[in-house]
Structure formats: C-alpha cells, structure tokens
C-alpha cells in the first residue's frame, strides 16, 4: 500500500525557517516524483515544487524559487522540503504527493494535481507576521 507523510510543520515568525519531511513508502522503484503542494485558508490548492526520485531534476513555482529547497534521500524514502525566508503568505497546509511510476518532472506541468496518484494528509505551516 502506497503512504506518503508528512511533518515538520508548525508556527514561525516572519523570516523564519521550516524544514519539512515526506516519508513515501510502498513503492517499488524510485522512478516517479514527488510534488509539493500547498492550500491557503479560502484559497485553491497550488503546486509548489516537483522532483524526480529518479535523478533529482526539479521545478519550483516563481513563488517559492529561492526560497524553498526540495532534496531526497531514496535510502530513507524520505523527501525535505528547506522552506527559508517565509512570509505570512506562505501560511498554507503543505501536502506531498506522487506521481505514477515514469513520470519526470519537466516544467510548469509538473505541478499541477492532475498528475499525482497519491497524497499525504498534509503539515500545518502557520506564519505571524
């Protein structure tokens, strides 16, 4: 049974720092991707980052690039997300998800929703200003 979840969330001041954690388990290979995805309190769900398992090719979202830095660790099944420099407006429930096997990430498509099978139940990240 495919499981991916999530930690590392919590309450920061503006300027501070989080370092997130998706644990996938269940999969057979490391051939697909893992995004991140976050949802604003009243605000559609957006696509924040992608990474291949397979090869460590990213996309980030405009509004993060600089910001927030995806890494894997395929031994420990483990996916990090180094969110630095938040703003209240990252104020977000955090989600991870994977794709099906072969997929890569390439772009502006890889963030979007409709290629993730599989999600976590999402970490808190709460921001003051």
């Known amino acids: 049974e495919v499981q991916l979840v999530e930690s590392g969330g919590g309450l920061v001041q503006a300027g501070g720092s989080l370092r997130l954690s998706c644990v996938a388990s269940g999969f057979f290979s490391d051939d697909f991707a893992i995004g991140w995805f976050r949802q604003a309190p009243g605000k559609a769900r957006e696509g924040v980052l992608c990474i291949s398992r397979s090869d460590g090719d990213t996309y980030y979202a405009n509004s993060v690039k600089g910001r927030f830095t995806v890494s894997s660790d395929n031994a420990k099944n483990t996916v990090w997300l180094q969110v630095n420099s938040l703003k209240p407006e990252d104020t977000a429930v955090y989600y991870c998800?994977?794709?099906?096997?072969?997929?890569?990430?390439?772009?502006?498509?890889?963030?979007?929703?409709?290629?993730?099978?599989?999600w976590g139940q999402g970490t808190q990240v709460a921001v003051s200003s």
């Open positions: 998800a994977a794709t099906a096997p072969g997929y890569h990430c390439s772009g502006y498509e890889s963030i979007r929703e409709v290629w993730y099978d599989y």
